[in-house]
T-cell receptor, first 114, second 111 residues
Framework: AQSVTQLDSQVPVFEEAPVELRCNYS??????LFWYVQYPNQGLQLLLK??????LVKGINGFEAEFNKSQTSFHLRKPSVHISDTAEYFC????????????FGKGTRLSVIA | ETGVTQSPTHLIKTRGQQVTLRCSSQ?????VSWYQQALGQGPQFIFQ???????GRGNFPPRFSGLQFPNYSSELNVNALELDDSALYLC??????????FGPGTRLTVT
């Protein structure tokens, strides 16, 4: 079975400052990794994904994440945040083998302060 | 390309009633998954449908059931509603099983 741990439930950060949202996972098999963003009263939007290849992946809205297999981590970063980045961010994994669902972390609430 | 749509947006039901939620998948996607997101939590997998057959189920009781239609749209039915069923219900569609695209969700309140 897979599990995902998002190490911070809430992250406050000032506008234009950098931010890192941390995600660690546990799995006995290889997985694909995803970050989703959820704005208030909305569904989930795919931010970025790691399927294979370069361990540094770039997503929408200036976000990027780095897959570290040895540390089983997939941390999300943005060099300069905006007020509009205020949202809930979810890390998720799914095994390569298929027939198993996406497993989500509990989420990190990013609050950008003016 | 039309994204994933869900209806209704909000719903209020009484304990013991039954509810049906609907989802239209993104064009070209043949797999639909349903998730329950309780307040302050990550989404929890309910079940998945692939080409009209249930293709996996999470830890939810049988009163949670579903259907997928030939056009790959889907329904989630919940019988004998309980207060703890109050949540945001998310539908996701995919062409490949792993890259899932979510709809806006249906907010269900059980009183």
């Amino acid at each position: 079975a897979q599990s995902v741990t998002q190490l911070d439930s809430q992250v406050p950060v000032f506008e234009e400052a950098p931010v890192e949202l941390r995600c660690n996972y546990s799995s006995s098999v290889s997985v694909y990794l995803f970050w989703y963003v959820q704005y208030p009263n909305q569904g989930l939007q795919l931010l970025l994904k790691y399927l294979s290849g370069s361990t540094l992946v770039k997503g929408i809205n200036g976000f990027e994440a780095e897959f570290n297999k040895s540390q089983t981590s997939f941390h999300l970063r943005k060099p300069s945040v905006h007020i509009s980045d205020t949202a809930e961010y979810f890390c998720a994994v799914i095994p390569h083998s298929g027939n198993t669902p996406l497993v989500f972390g509990k989420g990190t609430r990013l609050s950008v302060i003016a | 390309e039309t994204g994933v749509t869900q209806s209704p947006t909000h719903l209020i039901k009484t304990r013991g009633q039954q509810v049906t939620l609907r989802c239209s998948s993104q064009s070209g996607h043949n797999t639909v998954s349903w998730y329950q997101q309780a307040l302050g939590q990550g989404p929890q997998f309910i079940f998945q449908y692939y080409r009209e057959e249930e293709n996996g189920r999470g830890n939810f009781p049988p009163r949670f059931s579903g259907l997928q239609f030939p056009n790959y749209s889907s329904e989630l039915n919940v019988n004998a509603l309980e207060l703890d069923d109050s949540a945001l219900y998310l539908c996701a569609s995919s062409r490949d099983y792993y890259e899932q695209y979510f709809g806006p969700g249906t907010r269900l309140t059980v009183t």
